[in-house]
């Protein structure tokens, strides 16, 4: 329906882009894409449509404010935002223009769960600030994982504190760059500090840390709209997020609204100026039906096609392909590693949350997560040449048939992992990871990798977080 609000009309601007769709879908295409350019035309058509003519809703009065001095149209009353096609051709161009977000081969993340799966026991806890050390100690060895996590939401901590005491242990313990959602303005101030403090240290490589902008469904809160806002004054990485899926997992309405949402936060970062990296992001989602939680092969279709929208951006993209749905069946984990195989046949990043098996974390799938991406980064490096004009069904032949360019072990590699062989041993397989990752958990005291007097500044970072919820 037509709003009877007058809206605020938009600064007024002289600004002719040099960005188009045309031009966009017109840079060509890799021999692996899964849509032509015609299609991707009329996908990016169609969400420039609605952001210009529906609007989006931003949740925090700064934001609009900022959006409405970059060209946009702005309604005071709904905090609808009208975004005209020339912002969104101007705020693409501005990364462009920027240096573009490096991202490596192949993109192994960790993540945070809820609950701690153990094999041994075949159970699950609920795990605490210990078993995250411990966790943290276990990435340090996978070489194959680029990103580490605490693996899972301490119980001793408070609630309104887990992202800031798990941003400490990471700064404390992590030899890698991480990942940590950040949930609270509060929090998200005391973590700069933390990551102020560690200037200068052997922990200066940590301190690019991703601040993660959530939409919601055609909305942005006002909580990710401030931290997006904090973290562009420091010029740290912004991953915009989308997590949206129809229910049915339909393709084209799912990458339709995904687009617009990343498109209305590109023009936000845009409007706050700044040289803030930003990498697009699709929180695969679980399909409920009747009752049951799948992952269908639908969503792993959209994510390849996410991958390529963003390509034809010009940003990088983190799209995960792999479902987490079954508890306690690591066959399901081990397909879940290897659908990152379509990414990597796409030439995209391949993307993927490690340790993660069904609503849990697993110590045991974090370790066979770490072996499937080595294989593949082995591919990648002897291998990039040939990818680079060989068709899909072309490469999907030749794993049928298990042969594969390059040396015999290789392609006993590729069968292997396309295979029959892994389910056939996969307790002694479980049996001998679990041995050695308790062995790493006994042997390991979990050094701090900080000196004592900046170890010391990010306790009393906690401590004040604490007294602020009066803990």
Not at 141 to 168: E, R
Not at 169 to 177: E, I, R, V
Not at 324 to 340: I, P, V
Request: charged fraction near 20%.
């Amino acid at each position: 329906k037509e709003d009877p609000v007058q809206p605020k009309n938009p600064v007024a601007f002289h600004y002719k882009p040099t960005v188009t769709i045309a031009n966009l879908v017109s840079q060509g295409m890799n021999k692996q894409d899964i849509m032509d350019n015609n299609t991707i035309k009329s996908i990016m058509e169609k969400s420039f449509y609605h952001l210009e003519n529906v609007g989006y809703r931003m949740d925090y009065t700064r934001a609009c404010h900022a959006l409405s001095q970059y060209g946009c149209t702005w309604d005071n009353t709904s905090n609808m935002v009208k975004f005209p096609q020339e912002s969104i051709y101007r705020a693409i161009e501005h990364f462009q223009s920027k240096e573009k977000t490096k991202t490596p081969s192949v993109l192994l993340a960790g993540s945070c769960r809820q609950r701690l799966l153990e094999w041994e026991k075949k159970l699950t806890r609920e795990g605490g600030i210990e078993d995250a050390k411990k966790i943290i100690q276990l990435f340090n060895f996978l070489p194959s994982v680029d990103f580490s996590s605490c693996g899972i939401y301490p119980l001793d901590v408070p609630k309104d504190a887990v992202d800031l005491v798990n941003t400490a242990l990471l700064c404390k313990y992590s030899a890698k760059p991480f990942i940590q959602e950040i949930y609270s303005l509060d929090s998200a101030k005391l973590i700069l500090e933390m990551l102020r403090i560690l200037q200068g240290s052997k922990q200066e490589k940590i301190n690019k840390m991703v601040c993660i902008m959530r939409s919601s469904s055609m909305q942005y809160k006002k909580i990710p709209l401030q931290l997006a806002e904090l973290w562009h004054q420091e010029e740290y990485p912004i991953w915009i997020t989308s997590s949206f899926i129809t229910q049915n997992a339909q393709y084209y309405p799912t990458l339709c609204q995904v687009l617009c949402e990343w498109l209305a936060g590109i023009v936000y970062i845009a409007s706050l100026g700044g040289n803030s990296p930003c990498l697009l992001h699709w929180d695969s989602c679980n399909v409920y039906n009747e009752n049951s939680l799948f992952f269908s092969p639908e969503q792993a279709k959209i994510a390849l096609g996410l991958q390529q929208i963003s390509q034809t951006l010009g940003f990088p993209c983190f799209a995960n392909l792999g479902p987490n749905l079954s508890w306690w069946d690591f066959q399901t984990g081990w397909e879940k590693g290897c659908a990152g195989v379509f990414s990597y046949i796409q030439q995209s990043s391949w993307a993927s949350y490690a340790g993660i098996l069904g609503e849990d974390f697993s110590p045991e799938q974090l370790v066979l997560d770490n072996f499937i991406a080595n294989i593949i980064k082995k591919w990648q490096e002897k291998m990039q040449n040939s990818m680079e004009t060989m068709p899909v069904e072309k490469l999907c032949e030749m794993a049928r048939q298990r042969v594969f360019p390059g040396k015999k072990h290789e392609a006993l590699e590729l069968s292997g992992l396309l295979g029959d062989s892994f389910y056939k041993e996969k307790e002694d397989i479980l049996g001998t990871i679990h041995r050695h990752i308790k062995q790493i958990f006994e042997e390991q005291n979990h050094p701090c990798l900080l000196s004592y007097d900046i170890e010391k500044e990010i306790e009393r970072l906690v401590q004040i977080r604490y007294e602020q919820l009066g803990v």
